[in-house]
């Protein structure tokens, strides 16, 4: 068991220091390394638990979790995810600790400016790659428009249009529209 | 109806004002966990960025927008998941690092709960066209909170060409064209840093 812990290690940490740009950019690495290099699962569990991953909340990389909980159970699921997570995090505070000190420096009011119109565009960019994934139809342009205005225009519970919109695509379901 | 209204009624609603990242009216660690658990289980599908947004800047009123928009760009250069990532940042900024620990475990810790349990039922429900469905509905609406949220942000950009000119730039180079995001990042942010900085002194 040991071992497994050990190789859970070095498959994820070296890959969470290397995630620049998030999950996309190592998922294809975890592939190669738990189907092709540890022999851990076949092609196709991998992508069932890929798919998993992506349909859940919260973010890619918590297939590193279903990896570990496969292998080792409760603790591999510790191991693989802390793997995942400790590097990039501890790089992540290690950088912007110094950001967070200089409040009301000069340089920070002029970075911050200089990054709002880099941050607009890169949420909408995001935008752009959900909608090519999702491959929608009349009814999921109509959900999204409408959950659009209702988000821009309306305080309302997110909860409460996520509900609303699941009860939507029930009755359309059922309907076999 | 709006459980989170009593959160933002303690602090000052101006839109622009220095929020509650410093000084008096500090945020406890109870209210970060909870406030990104709620995002936690909200966040499908690349949508987390804007459910923070909604949660921390708009509800809550924790940070300013550009406060926030300079979070979104740093967690996504950086190394690891843009939603620990971001959550580092904001947990950081409100509450130093054991902040930064608390949100991201909020944010992290309910969610893979989530992924075990439809790991465990996957095998049962994925045949199911139904199950197909509903998460693409899901995801309609992660994708309605990101146009929103980005809308929001770029109705209040300074209305200046460079500006606007940078910022479909990004948009075209990373969403349009699926270049690699870090080197179009490392090459129009200093650029349009070195922008603000002037107009800034000028």
Known sequence: MDNLFLRLILVFAPLSALSIGGGQAIIADIQHQTVDVYHWFSNQEFADMFAISRATPGPNTLIASLIGWHLGGLAGMLVATLAMYIPSSLMFVAATSLWHRNEKSRWRVAIERGLAPIAVGLIFAGALTILQALHMGLLGWTTTIAAMAVLYYTKVNPYLVIAAVLVVYLAFFFLGL | ?202
């Open chain 2, 1 to 202: 109806m709006e459980d989170l209204s009593q959160l933002s009624d303690a602090v000052p609603a101006a839109p622009s004002a220095p929020l509650a990242s410093s000084g008096s009216n500090r945020v406890s660690l109870l209210d970060l966990f909870v406030c990104f658990i709620k995002v936690g289980v909200t966040s499908f599908g690349g949508s987390t960025q804007a459910w923070i947004f909604r949660a921390v800047v708009e509800e809550r009123r924790w940070l300013t927008e550009t406060d926030f928009l300079a979070g979104v760009t740093i967690a996504q250069i950086l190394p690891g998941a843009n939603p620990v990532n971001l959550s580092l940042y904001v947990g950081q900024r409100l509450r130093g690092a054991l902040g930064g620990l608390v949100a991201t475990l909020g944010m992290v810790a309910p969610a893979i709960c989530i992924v075990l349990l439809a790991g465990a039922l996957y095998a049962r429900f994925s045949a199911y066209p139904l199950t197909h469905s509903l998460l693409i509905g899901i995801a309609t609406v992660g994708l309605g909170a990101t146009l929103a949220a980005g809308a929001k942000v770029a109705r209040k950009l300074e209305r200046r060409g460079a500006i606007v000119l940078i910022g479909l730039a990004t948009f075209v180079g990373v969403g349009v064209m699926h270049w690699s995001m870090v080197p179009v990042v490392l090459v129009l942010a200093p650029l349009s840093v070195f922008l603000a900085a002037r107009s800034t002194n000028g």
